[in-house]
């Protein structure tokens, strides 16, 4: 089997060229569309309210996403809240922190920002515990990221800025394709409304162990999975994938095996993720999702 097209499920970037998809596009001659199956709403200013929050009660802001930046100032205008100068800003990258010079006078303000992931970010969050953190969040969001404020004892408050639908996907033919690519679970929930039953060329790949489960939870065949030891990104994993199809080479499903108390993606025979000991009876059976041929 050669692969021919790929659908990614997230917007296009400004700049294909610049985007790591060009590396799989330049190596194998590829085409890469481009289609996000979710959209990310702000919420209204009636809703805002109803949460009964007071940003001026906080001393700190926390942005995991330029999304995060526009929606909190966006509704700081509509509802008149005027942020002052000693309010404080900590950032999941330096690009977040300077996507803040849209609504701030950047070199005026204490800003802070991680170097790539929001585990970055704690770290120094955990030097400043004397502040009072405001987290704005999507709608669903990663349990993971308040749960890690939670651990270290931090003081903050959860405000829902915006909820994550499902997009309009009439338009996309994913018979036209070899490969379709996701990154979250509401994503995996939109295929499933309009696409129930997939064609048989196609394979599924997905970032992140919950977007893994809801794909095999929805009755898809899993052929990639990231991040795993071996492919760290999306690329890495799809260039392996590739790779491996047009030499020939027989690649196995991803299989999941799920307990009470561990989670195992398996893919080649490996495991991605430490085995701890299940929470179930030692007589119990498990069934694993068999692995078929990709």
């Given at each position: ?81 005027a942020i002052p100068g000693t309010m404080k800003y900590f950032c999941v990258t330096e690009a977040v922190a ?132 071996e492919s760290p990104s999306m690329v890495n994993a799809l260039d392996s994938f590739i790779k491996k199809l ?49």
């Amino acid at each position: 089997m050669k692969i021919n097209r790929i659908l990614v499920s997230q917007p296009a970037p400004a700049a294909i060229e610049r985007s790591p998809f060009q590396e799989l596009i330049s190596k194998y001659g590829i085409t890469v569309d481009f289609h996000p199956f979710i959209r990310v709403e702000r919420v209204s200013v009636k809703e805002f309210r109803s949460q009964l929050i007071d940003i001026l009660a906080h001393s700190a802001v926390i942005f995991t996403n330029r999304s995060s930046v526009d929606h909190f100032f966006q509704i700081c205008e509509e509802t008149w809240v005027a942020i002052p100068g000693t309010m404080k800003y900590f950032c999941v990258t330096e690009a977040v922190a300077l996507y803040l010079q849209k609504y701030i006078v950047y070199r005026k303000r204490k800003i802070f920002f991680g170097k790539s992931t929001f585990a970055d970010l704690v770290d120094i969050m955990a030097k400043h515990k004397e502040e009072k953190f405001l987290l704005p969040l999507p709608d669903p969001h990663k349990p993971e990221i308040p749960a890690s404020l939670e651990k270290l004892k931090l003081k903050f408050t959860k405000l829902i800025l915006s909820h994550t639908v499902s997009n309009d996907i009439s338009g996309v033919d994913i018979k036209n394709y070899d490969i379709a690519v996701f990154y979250s679970p509401l994503e995996i929930s939109t295929l499933k409304s309009c696409c129930p039953e997939l064609p048989e060329n196609l394979r599924l790949a997905t970032f992140g162990n919950g977007t893994a489960v809801s794909a095999v939870d929805n009755g898809f065949n899993l052929s990639v999975m990231a991040p795993t030891p071996e492919s760290p990104s999306m690329v890495n994993a799809l260039d392996s994938f590739i790779k491996k199809l047009h030499a020939g080479e027989k690649v196995d499903y991803v299989v999941i095996n799920k307990t009470d108390s561990d989670l195992q993606i398996k893919q080649d025979g490996k495991s991605t993720a430490k085995k701890t000991k299940p929470a179930v009876s030692p007589t119990a059976k498990k069934t694993p999702i068999k692995s078929k041929s990709a």
